[in-house]
């Protein structure tokens, strides 16, 4: 099952968060086939990189960056060749449904479900899930 990550979730694993220490191990055994674009990929390298988020993190630089190296390592690139534009609340998170629709994506997964409503475009094969949400969907 093909998925994407919104880069919050690899934070929060990166912070100790259970559900999304699941996900992302999950994606590394290759039970999801996690997928990654330009953007998406330019943005979890950012983000990561920034320190004030990662004051208390249990993983220091270094094991971030091995951590989506590892993680970059079982995800399919895909390239977005029409856009789509939802024009979601937050302009950032367009690129995410563009990458989920180009890849054919069966969730996206992200702690931000909030920004993904009143879309003016709607795939209804996407499902936005968090990361609890997610998983209790797939094990029931």
């Given at each position: 099952m093909?998925?994407?990550?919104d880069?919050?979730?690899l934070v929060?694993a990166c912070?100790?968060s ?5 996900i992302?191990a ?6 999801y086939?996690?997928?990654?674009g330009?953007t ?6 950012t ?6 988020i990662f004051?208390?993190c249990r ?6 960056e ?6 970059l390592a079982?995800?399919q690139w895909?390239?977005i060749y029409?856009a789509?534009?939802p024009?979601?609340i937050?302009?950032?998170?367009n690129h995410?449904?563009?990458?989920a629709v ?7 997964i992200t702690?931000?479900?909030r ?5 003016q ?8 899930r ?5 998983l209790q969907e797939?094990?029931?």
């Amino acid at each position: 099952m093909k998925i994407i990550l919104d880069t919050n979730i690899l934070v929060a694993a990166c912070m100790g968060s259970k559900p999304a220490n699941t996900i992302v191990a999950q994606c590394l055994q290759g039970l999801y086939q996690p997928i990654v674009g330009t953007t998406l990929l330019n943005e979890y390298e950012t983000v990561l990189l920034r320190e004030e988020i990662f004051v208390n993190c249990r993983l220091n630089a270094t094991e971030r960056e091995e951590l989506l190296n590892i993680f970059l390592a079982n995800c399919q690139w895909v390239q977005i060749y029409y856009a789509w534009r939802p024009n979601l609340i937050d302009e950032g998170d367009n690129h995410l449904i563009e990458l989920a629709v180009a890849g054919n994506a069966r969730y996206l997964i992200t702690r931000n479900t909030r920004d993904f409503h009143n879309a003016q475009l709607n795939f209804p094969q996407l499902a936005i899930r968090t990361p609890e949400n997610f998983l209790q969907e797939i094990f029931q």
